[in-house]
């Protein structure tokens, strides 16, 4: 089957964090055997124009481990104009569908990853070029009340005219639908996928009695880091071995800082800055417990990847991780509760026992590896194809 993905944002190179779940998507279904292609406009700010060190480094096309994927980079010119970033980021898309097609083919599927901008570009493109569309959406915006309401009416349009409607949490999905009636009752689960790259040998022995506990995210007040350094303040105090590393960065990086300076236990927390994804699985290896002290996810991809590398998770019950977090795999606690995530932390130190690392990440295997995503997908795209082929046939 030929597949060609449409994401709203997509990783400029290899080292690019933003959007690296979509390319591991693209891998996996290449890997399982599909004919798969990227096309992919990516807007920039205004405010990097002139920034030294922030252009792009992505070439407009290249055979990306088999994948030819096309980029273009796009200022974000009209902000305040309403539809005005979506027309310019339609005209890229149509430019890098038209290149695609001339060189690979029409495509059997047209995959588009959230609605605002892409699926709704991809349901313009492809009423032109008669390919269905398979819709997958990720973003938090909409049970955060982040759109506009013409970004609203973007939304609708793309959601009705899609083939098959998939959301990466059940939480969202209910969440669509109730925002989108019309769409109530269509939205399926699909995960994301997780890469091999993070995947421990089920017969992994596991870090029992280890103390370090891991934070990855970007550092903005949704992501709940306050709460968690909060949470850890006592279990510094009590348990002198453990320690509190926090990955990323972002806007709330200084008042986290000052905060862990107020309470005392600079010396417990390291604050590690932003990491490639390639190195990601290296820190996993390194830590002993994945906490997720997010306010809202959609999904909670770093969850299902410690998961994978056998970790046992903690995290809140924001949204994504209630559909990642099985019996036996962590805990789950009420969101922005500092003293629930302390007792959650000192609850697993206290019965390290309890979680098998190799069995961990055997579970998530089974739902999260590239084939057991791949193979979810293909059948929405076989239902997709199916829809479109019966439209066509009663009009």
Same mark, same amino acid.
């Given at each position: 089957?030929?597949? !060609?993905?449409?994401?709203?944002?997509?990783?400029?190179?290899?080292?690019?964090?933003?959007?690296?779940?979509?390319?591991?998507?693209?891998?996996?279904?290449?890997?399982?055997?599909?004919?798969?292609?990227?096309?992919?406009?990516?807007? $920039?700010?205004?405010?990097?124009?002139?920034?030294?060190?922030?252009?792009?480094?992505?070439?407009?096309?290249?055979?990306?481990?088999?994948?030819?994927?096309? $980029?273009?980079?796009?200022?974000?010119?009209?902000?305040?104009?309403?539809?005005?970033?979506?027309?310019?980021?339609?005209?890229?898309? %149509?430019?890098?569908?038209?290149?695609?097609? &001339?060189?690979?083919?029409?495509?059997?599927?047209?995959?588009?990853?959230?609605?605002?901008?892409?699926? #709704?570009?991809?349901?313009?493109?492809?009423?032109?070029?008669?390919?269905?569309?398979?819709?997958?959406?990720?973003?938090? +915006?909409?049970?955060?009340?982040?759109? #506009?309401?013409?970004? !609203?009416?973007?939304?609708? %349009?793309?959601?009705?005219?899609?083939?098959?409607?998939?959301?990466?949490?059940?939480?969202?999905? &209910?969440?669509? +639908?109730? !925002?989108?009636?019309?769409?109530?009752?269509?939205?399926?689960?699909?995960?994301?996928?997780?890469?091999?790259?993070?995947? /421990?040998?089920?017969?992994?022995?596991?870090? $029992?009695?280890?103390?370090?506990? !891991?934070?990855?995210?970007?550092?903005?007040?949704?992501?709940?880091?306050?709460?968690?350094?909060? /949470?850890?303040?006592?279990?510094?105090?009590?348990?002198?071995?453990?320690?509190?590393?926090?990955?990323?960065?972002? @806007?709330?990086?200084?008042?986290?800082?000052?905060?862990?300076?107020?309470?005392?236990?600079?010396?417990?927390?390291?604050?590690?800055?932003?990491?490639?994804? +390639?190195?990601? @699985?290296?820190?996993?290896? %390194?830590?002993?417990?994945?906490?997720?002290?997010?306010?809202? &996810?959609?999904? +909670?991809?770093?969850?299902? &990847?410690?998961?994978m590398a056998g970790l046992p998770v903690i995290a809140t019950q924001c949204g994504g991780p209630e559909c990642i977090v099985e019996d036996g795999d962590g805990i789950l606690v009420p969101v922005k509760n500092p003293g629930a995530l302390g007792a959650a932390m000192q609850e697993l130190l206290d019965n390290t026992d309890s979680f098998d690392s190799g069995s961990i990440a055997k579970r998530a295997r089974v739902r999260f590896s590239g084939v057991a995503v791949a193979e979810r997908?293909?059948?929405?795209?076989?239902?997709?194809?199916?829809?479109?082929?019966?439209?066509?046939?009663?009009?």
């Amino acid at each position: 089957m030929h597949i !060609l993905l449409l994401p709203s944002w997509y990783p400029y190179n290899r080292e690019d964090v933003q959007g690296v779940f979509f390319r591991d998507q693209a891998l996996a279904l290449f890997n399982y055997g599909h004919s798969v292609g990227v096309i992919a406009p990516r807007f $920039r700010s205004l405010k990097t124009l002139f920034r030294r060190g922030d252009a792009p480094s992505a070439p407009f096309y290249e055979l990306d481990s088999g994948i030819p994927t096309y $980029r273009k980079c796009l200022l974000a010119a009209l902000p305040r104009v309403p539809y005005g970033n979506y027309w310019l980021y339609r005209r890229a898309a %149509r430019l890098l569908l038209q290149h695609y097609i &001339e060189r690979y083919g029409k495509p059997d599927v047209l995959h588009a990853h959230s609605v605002i901008f892409g699926g #709704a570009v991809a349901v313009d493109l492809a009423s032109e070029y008669g390919i269905p569309v398979v819709l997958t959406e990720h973003s938090s +915006g909409f049970a955060r009340n982040r759109y #506009a309401r013409w970004q !609203l009416n973007l939304a609708r %349009r793309g959601i009705t005219g899609a083939h098959s409607l998939i959301a990466v949490s059940p939480s969202l999905g &209910e969440i669509l +639908g109730k !925002l989108f009636p019309f769409s109530k009752d269509q939205w399926r689960w699909v995960p994301n996928v997780v890469a091999d790259r993070f995947y /421990a040998p089920t017969g992994a022995s596991g870090k $029992r009695g280890s103390t370090i506990f !891991l934070n990855l995210a970007l550092m903005t007040e949704n992501k709940g880091q306050s709460d968690l350094v909060e /949470a850890f303040r006592n279990i510094a105090q009590s348990n002198p071995a453990a320690k509190l590393w926090l990955a990323g960065d972002g @806007p709330a990086r200084n008042a986290l800082e000052k905060q862990v300076s107020d309470l005392g236990i600079s010396g417990k927390v390291r604050f590690l800055g932003m990491i490639e994804p +390639g190195k990601v @699985p290296e820190l996993l290896e %390194r830590a002993d417990v994945m906490v997720i002290s997010s306010h809202y &996810e959609t999904f +909670g991809v770093v969850a299902a &990847e410690a998961l994978m590398a056998g970790l046992p998770v903690i995290a809140t019950q924001c949204g994504g991780p209630e559909c990642i977090v099985e019996d036996g795999d962590g805990i789950l606690v009420p969101v922005k509760n500092p003293g629930a995530l302390g007792a959650a932390m000192q609850e697993l130190l206290d019965n390290t026992d309890s979680f098998d690392s190799g069995s961990i990440a055997k579970r998530a295997r089974v739902r999260f590896s590239g084939v057991a995503v791949a193979e979810r997908l293909t059948e929405e795209y076989r239902q997709a194809i199916k829809f479109d082929r019966n439209k066509i046939e009663s009009a």
